[in-house]
């Protein structure tokens, strides 16, 4: 009877307040109270993205987000470039594969961070550059792509190109800022290090994107992003929001104000490097090196029977649920999410819980080994 412990990159667990924030009741969409949520809430998030432009708030998943900055901000025939360092990179290209635009994918090897002097390189030579899309972490292998690098060598190649950034597993979690990086057009979901169910997408664009936007003529309807900010101006959506994660938003952003958004990405962090500690001490492998971790996910890397003798003790007997790998790393990864609501003490338990599974597996002594490396790097931080 006990409850699990969801330590997946998505979905996250979500507080027992956004619960009971989330349960207030139903009220309708066309009224001054929801304009007055939906004020409350732009002012908090916008500052979240690092933008002081409306954030556009979808009622749909993460990918709504993804599809919408393609066919708003992309036109047929224009050049698109698609950094693919995994699956998620992989939906892009798929999704810009439904259109005609010319679209040109630069492949990283997955467990890697884009390399922005070879991309560099990879950029000459692509005429009618018109935008170009990455991750920031790329969520199947838990890589944190070096976003501000990239956004300069996007516009110093092309100063109108556009910079689009997935942020569905990063924002809330990892330090992005859409001004200060110079990211176009900045996206992202709510079951992540947004601490909310499934069910929200966000869209945040500069004036730049924006006037890309009302220039666009590619056909788009439910995601046409020109009628979410002309309602915004009055605060409203222009089809039923869905009200309740409204509310479960609005709490959510009043604890990561609480919190402060500089102590949220130093909590992320430092989770990151017990994990990572705690990893290492247990003789097992991280895919991504140090430099290119990302703080809201992290990927171990052992035989496949290890992998999946780990993920199914994990399961059944400690009752903490972690993620596998896809594609190419399938069986041979197991990723742990920390992001969103989400504490050191969490990664605490799945240190021992793997203590104590490796122990047995491997029959050698790791009682303690893990949770003092984690301790330690908490120490080492303070
Ligand atoms: C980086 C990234 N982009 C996009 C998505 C897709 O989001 P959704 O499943 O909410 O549509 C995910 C979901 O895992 C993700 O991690």
């Known amino acids: 009877m006990q409850e699990e412990l ?10 027992r307040r956004t619960y009971q924030a989330m349960s207030q009741g139903i009220f309708g969409h066309r009224t001054n ?15 979240l993205f690092g933008t002081d432009h409306p954030v556009a708030v979808l009622t749909s998943s993460g990918t ?14 224009d050049s698109v470039v698609i950094i693919v ?10 999704i810009a594969g439904r259109y005609n635009f010319k679209v040109h994918i630069y492949d990283v090897t997955w467990g890697q961070a884009a390399d922005p002097e070879a991309f560099r390189e990879y950029l000459n030579g692509i005429d009618n550059l018109a935008a170009v899309f990455t991750q920031a972490c790329e969520t199947s292998t838990s890589v944190l792509h070096p976003l501000a690098e990239l956004s300069k060598v996007v516009h110093d190649y092309k100063e109108d190109a556009l ?44 004036d730049k994107a924006l006037g890309k936007i009302n220039r666009s003529a590619h056909g788009r309807y439910y995601l046409d992003l020109k009628m979410y900010f002309k309602s915004l101006e009055v605060d409203y959506t222009p089809q039923t929001p869905a009200v309740t994660l409204y509310q479960g938003l609005d709490d959510v952003l009043n604890m990561i104000h609480d919190e402060t958004l500089e102590q949220v990405y130093v ?23 140090e430099e290119d971790a990302s703080p809201t996910v992290t990927a171990v890397k052992s035989s496949p029977e290890e992998i999946a003798h780990i993920k199914d003790e994990l399961e ?15 069986g041979k990864i197991i990723r742990i999410g920390h992001m969103g609501f989400m504490f050191p003490k969490d990664m605490l338990a799945i240190l021992s819980a793997l203590e104590d599974i490796l122990s047995r597996l491997r029959n050698k002594n790791y009682y303690g080994k893990a949770l003092t490396a984690a301790q330690e790097s908490l120490y080492e931080q303070a």
Request: proline fraction near 5%; charge should be neutral.
């Open 6 to 15: 969801l330590l997946t990159p998505g979905p996250t667990p979500v507080a």
């Open 33 to 47: 109270r929801f304009k007055a949520l939906s004020a409350d809430i732009q002012n908090k998030l916008q500052p």
């Open 64 to 77: 709504s987000a993804l599809e919408a900055a393609m066919v708003n901000l992309v036109d047929d025939g």
């Open 85 to 94: 360092s995994g699956v998620f990179g992989g939906k892009f290209a798929d």
């Open 163 to 206: 910079f689009i950034v997935d942020a569905v597993s990063a924002l809330g979690g990892a330090d992005i800022h859409m001004d200060r990086d110079k990211i176009d057009c900045l996206v992202s979901g709510s079951q992540k290090a947004m601490m909310l169910p499934p069910g929200l997408a966000f869209v945040a664009v500069n």
């Open 267 to 289: 909590r992320h962090k430092n989770m990151q490097k017990m994990l990572r500690r705690g990893i290492e001490a247990l003789e097992l492998e991280l895919l991504v090196k």
């Open 316 to 330: 059944n007997n400690y009752h903490i649920a972690v993620a596998g790998g896809q594609k190419d790393l399938a």
